[in-house]
């Protein structure tokens, strides 16, 4: 799939939304240990959003459902991480044209974009124990992976896993988890799983849109008797 339609965009976000809200307990969990233990409850009010708005058929163009998504996130009111989570969608809907479909260029584009705007209002760096430490190497993948987005998404997909994975070695910088200082050592930052959760979940929607994808032309064949000479 070397280009993203609208009602894949839809149904990646919609399979991403889903894992999320699987993972409310997970994630207040981890909060709990440095924070106040809502940050489960923030991203399920965010995965709620996420499955609403992609179920929504009547929104014409990407543009307009990633905006109205990021606007929607900014009212979320649990934490910082609805402000955080609307501006990176506000970023993804600036980096777009008010269009149906992406090529992985204009894909690359979207999310660099939206790395972008967020950099204009968070001073967090790789290594401070927070969702970026899974976002900004999520986005470095898909910059520098060459292929399909298929092929993009999975690279998103495993750096944010890696990205989270090593917060469990550090020590906050931001937020409430900075005052409890090493005790946060060997947790993973909330923010950085769930971000990591995120890709994971889109690469998961495009992944079986592929493979469906995929069945359809081998019934295809086998109902036509294969190639013809």
């Given at each position: 799939?070397?280009?993203?339609?609208?009602p894949?965009?839809?149904?990646?976000l919609?399979?991403?939304a889903?894992?999320?809200?699987?993972?409310?307990?997970?994630?207040?969990?981890?909060?709990s240990?440095?924070?106040?233990?809502?940050?489960?409850?923030?991203?399920?009010?965010?995965?709620d959003?996420?499955?609403?708005?992609?179920?929504?058929?009547?929104?014409?163009?990407?543009?307009?459902?990633?905006?109205?998504?990021?606007?929607?996130?900014?009212?979320?009111?649990?934490?910082?991480s609805g402000?955080l989570?609307?501006?990176?969608?506000?970023?993804?809907?600036?980096?777009?044209?008010?269009?149906?479909?992406?090529?992985?260029?204009?894909?690359?584009?979207?999310?660099?974009?939206?790395?972008?705007?967020?950099?204009?209002?968070?001073?967090?760096?790789v290594?401070?124990?927070?969702?970026?430490?899974?976002?900004?190497p999520?986005?470095?993948?898909?910059?520098?992976?060459?292929?399909?987005i298929?092929?993009?998404?999975?690279?998103?997909?495993?750096?944010?896993?890696?990205g989270?994975?090593?917060?469990?070695?550090?020590?906050?910088?931001f937020?409430?988890?900075k005052?409890?200082?090493?005790r946060?050592?060997?947790?993973?930052?909330?923010?950085?799983v769930?971000?990591?959760?995120?890709?994971?979940?889109?690469?998961?929607?495009?992944?079986?849109?592929?493979?469906?994808?995929?069945?359809l032309?081998?019934?295809?064949?086998?109902?036509?008797?294969?190639c013809k000479?």
């Open positions: 799939m070397y280009v993203l339609t609208l894949v965009l839809r149904k990646m919609h399979t991403a889903v894992d999320l809200k699987d993972n409310v307990q997970y994630l207040c969990e981890l909060d240990v440095a924070g106040d233990g809502d940050h489960g409850i923030a991203i399920g009010h965010i995965a959003i996420l499955k609403s708005h992609s179920e929504d058929t009547t929104i014409a163009t990407m543009n307009l459902l990633l905006e109205g998504i990021g606007d929607a996130f900014m009212g979320v009111n649990a934490g910082s402000p989570w609307g501006t990176i969608f506000a970023g993804m809907a600036d980096g777009i044209d008010d269009q149906q479909e992406l090529t992985e260029i204009e894909f690359k584009r979207m999310f660099a974009q939206a790395k972008e705007d967020f950099m204009d209002v968070s001073k967090a760096k290594g401070d124990k927070t969702l970026v430490d899974a976002f900004y999520a986005v470095s993948a898909i910059a520098e992976t060459e292929g399909s298929e092929a993009l998404l999975e690279a998103a997909a495993e750096a944010a896993q890696k989270a994975d090593a917060t469990a070695d550090m020590t906050a910088k937020g409430r988890a005052n409890v200082g090493e946060s050592l060997g947790h993973k930052d909330p923010g950085a769930s971000m990591a959760i995120f890709f994971a979940g889109l690469a998961k929607g495009a992944r079986a849109l592929f493979f469906k994808k995929q069945r032309f081998k019934n295809k064949l086998r109902t036509n008797g294969g000479q």
